[in-house]
């Protein structure tokens, strides 16, 4: 009898040492499946991230890549600023010149020189002389900008000069505000982060720190309030892809706001329905963008816009663990979120491989 019940005993043990990360059911559902390896339309991602100063045969492959996913063109939001961003744009465009559009970043070094306004100001116009096509902010901007008494807000009066050569030259600023929001709330059973804070600790966010996540975005809405003369795009649908009706209205708010997709499609992936309802009303305001480069993960991004497909997995389990389904958009509606928002947003790209 001792031998016969132990098997049912150890289960529930062995079931309870099961941690959440190791916990990947194989899903029996089985349904129609429309894989999805290259856009249906020729394609600018808005948010790509390479080194500059790559070697020319990593070009050339990188490239190759592109060509394989209908990828025409790439703007690399890492682009730097001063001497480092001249030589990486002749580096870049230097052979592949129409496949490239190339953002600067505005130098945040030494915020406590009295001179610092007019000495960013100035490096950025020649930037832009040198051929810079917009302006990245990456989200250490207000979150983690510090100057003798503490974190500065992207509001303050000493980036103001810099904002006003933007309006001038009409660049497009494209922003990341914070992180998600379950960053900064308690790490427990109930936070949908839980796995991704597990995974990678130093994610957590401290309000007193950090600022709070409600303080960073307020301060974010007052910037683009502010410059109405320039359009901005905030990145990862500026982390309010679970709220999409707020999105709505700051989108009713402020005309100049834009957002990308990037590393949030599992957010459009969830809520197929809703999503696509969003999508079509806001097209004008919705940019892919991919952010990490690989290849093989635009697939996703592919098959929850194009296709009607249901309970597919997402790439990367930290981020969703929950399946994925289709929106099937409308082509045009697609073509504004692949490219005719990005050509609008960024006009030094070459039209040439894009259909009207």
Not at 53 to 69: E, N, T
Not at 79 to 99: D, L
Not at 217 to 244: C, P, S, V
Request: aromatic share 12%; charged share 30%; net charge positive.
């Amino acid at each position: 009898m001792r031998s016969f019940f132990l098997p049912i005993l150890l289960t529930p043990l062995l079931l309870a040492q099961l941690s959440v990360q190791e916990y990947t059911p194989k899903s029996t559902l089985v349904v129609p499946e429309h894989l999805v390896t290259r856009a249906k339309f020729p394609l600018i991602d808005i948010h790509g991230h390479q080194n500059t100063m790559m070697a020319a045969d990593k070009l050339d492959a990188l490239v190759k890549d592109m060509d394989s996913l209908n990828l025409q063109v790439m703007v690399n939001l890492s682009g730097g600023f001063g001497p480092k961003f001249r030589e990486g744009i002749r580096n870049m465009k230097a052979k592949h010149g129409n496949r490239f559009a190339v953002f600067c970043n505005l130098d945040l070094t030494n915020l406590d020189d009295p001179g610092y306004a007019a000495r960013a100001a100035k490096t950025l116009e020649e930037d832009i002389q040198a051929g810079c096509e917009g302006m990245k902010f990456f989200k250490q901007f207000g979150m983690n900008t510090r100057d003798a008494k503490g974190r500065v807000a992207v509001t303050d009066a000493r980036f103001e000069p810099s904002f006003r050569v933007l309006a001038k030259h009409k660049l497009s600023v494209l922003i990341h505000t914070a992180d998600p929001k379950p960053f900064w709330d308690p790490v427990d059973k109930f936070n949908e982060k839980y796995q991704e804070l597990m995974e990678i600790p130093g994610r957590r966010k401290d309000a007193a720190k950090d600022g709070s996540w409600e303080e960073l975005m307020q301060e974010a809405y007052t910037l683009f309030k502010r410059h109405r003369d320039i359009n901005f795009i905030h990145a990862h649908l500026g982390w309010l892809g679970g709220d999409l009706a707020k999105l709505g209205k700051l989108f009713d708010e402020m005309p100049n706001l834009h957002c990308d997709i990037a590393a949030v499609i599992y957010e459009f992936g969830r809520q197929p329905k809703f999503a696509r309802q969003f999508a079509t009303k806001y097209q004008d305001r919705l940019l892919m963008g991919k952010d990490t480069w690989n290849v093989r993960e635009f697939d996703t991004y592919f098959r929850v816009l194009e296709t009607g497909d249901e309970y597919f997995e997402y790439y990367r389990k930290r981020h969703a663990f929950w399946r994925m389904y289709g929106l099937e958009l409308p082509d045009e509606v697609l073509k504004k979120i692949y490219y005719k928002n990005a050509l609008r947003l960024v006009p030094t790209i070459d039209r040439k491989a894009f259909p009207k």
